[in-house]
Structures are given as C-alpha cells and as structure tokens.
C-alpha cells in the first residue's frame, strides 16, 4: 500500500491551501478503512488534525476546527485537506494516514496503519 500526499508549500498567514493524498494498492477487506491527516512540527510531538471514518464520519482537533475540512473521493481512497485561513502555528510536516482495516478511527490503530511521506506546509506571518 502506498500514500502520496501533494499540496504542501508556503503561504503567508491567512492564505489557503489544499492538501491531496492518493492511495493505492489497498484492498478492501471490511469495507473503507478511517483515514486521517497528521502533522509535525519541529520539536513537537506528531497530532492528529482531522479524521475522517468508514462512515464518512470526521472529527478535527481543536486547533484546526471551522477552518480545515478533510474530504475523500466517494469512489476512492483519494484524501483531501482543505486548509484556510492558515496561521504560523499550522506549519509543520503534513502526512496522510489509512488504518490497515478498521472503519472507525482509532489514533492508536492508525499508529499501526499505512503512512504516506509526508509533505511540508509552511505559513509566514
């Protein structure tokens, strides 16, 4: 299985961007598995921004809630995040992540699912 993620880049603060993430080679064994959005930045530990279920069920941090939406292909696997009205604080690697199989969203089982490269998001002010 593998994870692209795309869409990083650098935007002063207030801007938007869009983040994608493609997945292949996944099959489906109990129906779409949760995928979710994370970041890291610099000496900090990685959080989760935004979720998104089996379901079609999302819940986002607070950090980043009325402002990021995450999005997924009804045919694909295919993630979206929609970031708007970034601030400095939003800089950080951005990685897309899928369980192995679970449909609800377990930080902890995506811990132990697929992970993409990441890509970076940085936000001047």
């Known amino acids: 299985v593998q994870l692209v993620e795309s869409g990083g880049g650098s935007v002063q603060a207030g801007g938007s961007l869009r983040l994608s993430c493609v997945v292949s080679?996944?099959?489906?064994?109990?129906?779409?598995?949760?995928m979710a959005w994370f970041r890291q930045a610099p000496g900090k530990e990685r959080e989760g921004v935004a979720f998104?279920?089996?379901?079609?069920?999302?819940t986002y941090a607070d950090s980043v809630k009325d402002r990021f939406t995450i999005s997924q292909d009804s045919a694909k696997l295919t993630l979206w995040l929609e970031m708007n009205s970034l601030k400095p604080e939003d800089t950080a690697m951005y990685y897309c992540?899928?369980?192995?199989?679970?449909?609800?969203?377990?930080?902890?089982?995506?811990?132990?699912?697929?992970w993409g490269q990441g890509t970076q998001v940085t936000v001047s002010s």
């Open positions: 992540a899928s369980d192995r199989d679970r449909s609800d969203c377990d930080p902890l089982s995506l811990e132990r699912g697929y």
């Open positions: 998104i279920s089996g379901a079609r069920r999302t």
């Open positions: 080679g996944y099959i489906y064994r109990r129906g779409r598995p949760c």
